[in-house]
């Protein structure tokens, strides 16, 4: 079913999120959720699809995204998600989303800089990218350390998730 994370981590995503996608969906934007995933970070921790009605899902695995409309219906969504198997680097560079959430994606993305630009592109005048991501601790010199020497492992047993990527500086 996915991985399971402690709940005041889950709460932490769902409390960074929630009102973002809240002022989109009042607006009845078009959202995008790039790399959903099975555990649905954005709808995982309570109702935060609540009244949405244009949402697309987006993860290159067809088992990852096997249960995502079932998740985001019964988390207060209202319309008919689109589910869709592909890399962020598929999706059409003509601006089209109001909103694009990612959560613990572009560290295993297979190329940042292009991954964050085809965003920009996807973005409509206006629209929002909204992230939690885990990134390189520079400001920690020890936990930097620590983060190079387990990248190597976590990049194996955790679909090429690199634990000191410099994600921030690239979104920046």
């Given at each position: 079913?996915?991985?399971?994370?402690?709940?005041?981590?889950?709460?932490?995503?769902?409390?960074?999120?929630?009102?973002?996608?809240?002022?989109?969906?009042?607006?009845?934007?078009?959202?995008?959720?790039?790399?959903?995933?099975?555990?649905?970070?954005?709808?995982?921790?309570?109702?935060?699809?609540?009244g949405v009605?244009?949402?697309?899902?987006?993860?290159?695995?067809?088992?990852?995204?096997?249960?995502?409309?079932?998740?985001?219906?019964?988390?207060?969504?209202?319309?008919?998600?689109?589910?869709?198997?592909?890399?962020?680097?598929?999706?059409?560079?003509?601006?089209?989303?109001?909103?694009?959430?990612?959560?613990?994606?572009?560290?295993?993305?297979?190329?940042?800089?292009?991954?964050?630009?085809?965003?920009?592109?996807?973005?409509?005048?206006?629209?929002?990218?909204?992230?939690?991501?885990?990134?390189?601790?520079?400001?920690?010199?020890?936990?930097?350390?620590?983060?190079?020497?387990?990248?190597?492992?976590?990049?194996?047993?955790?679909?090429?998730?690199?634990?000191?990527?410099?994600?921030?500086?690239v979104v920046?």
């Amino acid at each position: 079913d996915g991985l399971t994370y402690a709940p005041s981590y889950t709460k932490h995503v769902h409390d960074h999120l929630a009102p973002t996608v809240a002022a989109a969906a009042a607006t009845e934007s078009k959202i995008l959720e790039v790399g959903a995933g099975s555990t649905l970070w954005s709808v995982n921790e309570g109702k935060i699809y609540t009244g949405v009605e244009d949402v697309t899902f987006l993860d290159p695995s067809a088992i990852n995204l096997s249960k995502a409309g079932g998740v985001f219906n019964s988390n207060g969504g209202t319309g008919r998600p689109r589910v869709v198997q592909g890399k962020l680097e598929d999706v059409t560079s003509t601006p089209h989303y109001d909103l694009i959430l990612s959560v613990f994606t572009m560290c295993s993305v297979e190329d940042l800089r292009t991954s964050i630009s085809t965003i920009k592109s996807a973005l409509k005048t206006g629209g929002s990218y909204a992230f939690v991501e885990h990134v390189r601790a520079d400001d920690d010199p020890a936990f930097r350390t620590v983060q190079t020497a387990l990248s190597p492992l976590q990049q194996l047993v955790a679909d090429g998730c690199s634990l000191d990527r410099r994600t921030l500086s690239v979104v920046e």
